[in-house]
C-alpha cells in the first residue's frame, strides 16, 4: 500500500476525493489538505473523512502523518509551487495536467525530482482507455504498416454543456488538445518534429480567447496529423478522446475513445480496414483500472514495486507533450504569423523544442533567428520583408514620437517588432486583423513607439 496525502479539495479535487481514490485499491490515505477550511469540511461532511486527517496546510501534514505520494488536484497556476514544494519535503507527487504553466518550471521541477530520486508523474489520463492502447499496440507491431496520415476530430458545443470556463486562455489548445497530443505521441510511439496551428473565435462566442483550431504536426517517422477541434461545434458530438482515423500503407485503424458526458456512457470503439476492405470492428480488452484511476494505480505500482509501468507519464516524458502544446500555442499567434514551428534536437531524446528560461526557443530548419521568438526563413525574400516591416514601423512611430533617419527607422523599427511582439502575445491582446502582414506592422510599430520612449528616458 502507497500512503498518500491530497492537496487540493476543490471541484475537480472533491472528485478525485469521491470518485477515484477509494477505487484504487494500493492507494492508503494519510491525509487531506487545502488551505479553505470550508473545502476540508466538506469532505468530512460529505464522504465522512475524519477531521484529524483533514490539514489547511502541506507542512503540518507532512509533519503529523507518514506519506510517500502527494496527489496534486488543484487549480493549474498552483501546480508549480505546490508541485515543487512536495517535492523538496520529499514526496513523491502525481499531479494534474498541465503540471506547469510554463516550459522552465516544468524543467525545473523535473530536474528536482531527478536530483531527489523522487517520482514525479503527471495524470495523462486519456492514456488509459481500450481503444488508445489497442491501437497504440497495432501501430508498434506494424499490423498495417507504416502510419501515413492521422486524421483527428473533436467536436463539442460548450454554450449548452455546461461549460464555465470562458475566460481561460487558449481553451482548446492548453485545456483540451494537450489530451490528444499526447495520446499522439502514445500511440504513434514517436516525437513531432513541426507543427503549424490556426486558431479563432467565432462571432457570438461566449469565449474571450479561441476555442477552434486546426493544426498539422509532422512527426519524425514521417507521419503527418491533420487535427481539428471545436468548443464551438454544431455538429455532432464527439467522444472525449476525439475521433480518430489512422492511414496506413495497407489498410486504417479507426477508433474513438472516452464516450461519455453527463449521464450518457459509451463504449471505447476500434475497427480495422484492410486496403480495399470493409471496416472490421474490434472486441477491446478491458482496463482494470480506466482513466484517472489508470493514473493513480499506475504512480502506486511504481512506488510499489521500482519498475515503471507501461503508457506511464513521468514528468520527463510529459514535457514532450507539454512544449507540443506551446509550440502550437505559438504557432497559432499574431506575432508568428502561423507560421510552422519545428520542436528542435538537442533536448531529451533529441526530439524536444529547445527550452529557455522564457518558454520555447524554436526555430524551422535552415532558419534564421533574429532574436527572441521571431523566425524567419533563410533567404532573401524573408529579411527583405523583415527589412521593410522595421522600416515602416520605424516611420509610423517617428510620426507618432518624432525623430527621423534611415537608420533610426530602422532600429526602431527591427527591434520594435520584438518588443510589440513579445508584449501583444504575453498579454494576450488581439488585434482583429486578419492580414498577417498588416498585423505585423501594427505590433511593430507599437513595439518601436515603446522603445523610443524607453530609449529617451534613459537617456
Known amino acids: ?15 478525485w476525493t469521491k470518485e477515484v481514490i477509494p477505487k484504487v485499491p494500493t492507494i492508503e490515505m494519510v491525509g487531506y489538505v487545502d488551505s479553505n477550511p470550508d473545502a476540508t469540511a466538506r469532505v468530512q461532511a460529505e464522504l465522512g473523512i475524519e477531521a484529524s486527517l483533514c490539514f489547511l496546510n502541506l507542512e503540518a501534514a507532512v509533519q503529523a502523518v507518514d506519506a510517500q505520494l502527494a496527489i496534486c488536484t488543484l487549480r493549474t497556476e498552483a501546480h508549480y509551487p505546490v508541485v515543487k514544494q512536495c517535492l523538496e519535503l520529499g514526496l513523491n507527487v502525481i499531479v494534474e495536467k498541465p503540471f506547469a504553466t510554463t516550459i522552465a ?5 523535473v530536474a528536482l525530482a531527478e536530483a531527489k530520486g523522487l517520482t514525479l508523474m503527471v495524470s495523462q489520463n486519456y492514456r488509459f482507455q481500450p481503444a488508445p492502447i489497442a491501437a497504440a499496440e497495432l501501430v508498434s507491431a506494424g499490423k498495417f504498416g507504416a502510419v501515413n496520415l492521422v486524421s483527428i476530430d473533436f467536436r463539442r458545443h460548450a454554450p449548452s454543456q455546461g461549460y464555465r470556463y470562458w475566460d481561460m486562455p487558449d481553451p482548446l489548445l492548453a485545456d483540451m488538445a494537450i489530451h490528444h497530443f499526447d495520446l499522439m505521441r502514445m500511440v504513434l510511439g514517436d516525437e513531432p518534429k513541426r507543427v503549424s496551428c490556426r486558431t479563432w473565435n467565432p462571432a457570438g462566442s461566449p469565449f474571450n480567447y479561441h476555442p477552434i483550431g486546426v493544426a498539422t504536426l509532422e512527426f519524425e517517422k514521417g507521419t503527418i496529423v491533420s487535427y481539428r477541434g471545436s468548443w464551438m461545434s454544431s455538429g455532432p458530438v464527439t467522444p472525449w478522446g476525439g475521433e480518430w482515423v489512422m492511414d496506413c ?5 479507426i477508433w474513438s475513445s472516452r464516450d461519455h458526458f453527463r449521464d450518457k456512457a459509451g463504449p471505447d470503439r476500434l475497427a480495422l480496414r ?9 472486441k477491446l480488452d478491458p482496463v482494470a483500472l480506466a482513466d484517472r484511476m489508470g493514473t493513480l494505480g499506475a504512480v502506486a505500482d511504481a512506488l510499489e514495486t521500482g519498475v515503471v509501468p507501461a503508457r506511464f507519464s513521468s514528468g520527463a516524458d510529459n514535457l514532450h507533450s507539454l512544449a507540443l502544446v506551446q509550440a502550437t500555442i505559438l504557432s497559432a499567434s499574431p506575432r508568428s504569423c502561423n507560421k510552422a514551428m519545428a520542436l528542435e534536437a538537442g533536448q531529451p531524446d533529441g526530439n524536444m523544442a529547445q527550452m529557455t528560461s522564457g518558454g520555447l526557443n524554436m526555430a524551422l530548419p535552415e532558419r534564421q533567428s533574429t532574436g527572441q521568438g521571431f523566425t524567419m526563413d533563410n533567404n532573401n525574400r524573408s529579411l527583405l520583408i523583415f527589412i521593410g516591416i522595421g522600416l515602416v514601423a520605424g516611420f509610423l512611430a517617428s510620426l507618432v514620437v518624432g525623430g527621423g533617419g534611415l537608420i533610426t527607422y530602422l532600429v526602431s523599427g527591427l527591434i520594435g517588432s520584438l518588443v510589440g511582439g513579445y508584449l501583444f502575445s504575453a498579454l494576450r491582446i488581439e488585434l482583429g486583423i486578419s492580414n498577417p502582414l498588416v498585423r505585423q506592422i501594427v505590433t511593430s510599430t507599437v513595439g518601436a513607439i515603446i522603445v523610443v520612449l524607453l530609449a529617451r528616458l534613459i537617456a
Open 249 to 253: 500503407a495497407n489498410g486504417e485503424i
Open 1 to 15: 500500500m502507497v500512503k498518500a496525502i491530497q492537496i487540493g479539495l476543490g471541484h475537480w479535487g472533491f472528485s
Open 274 to 282: 484492410a486496403l480495399d476492405g470493409e471496416a472490421v470492428p474490434v
Open 105 to 109: 518550471q516544468a524543467r525545473e521541477l
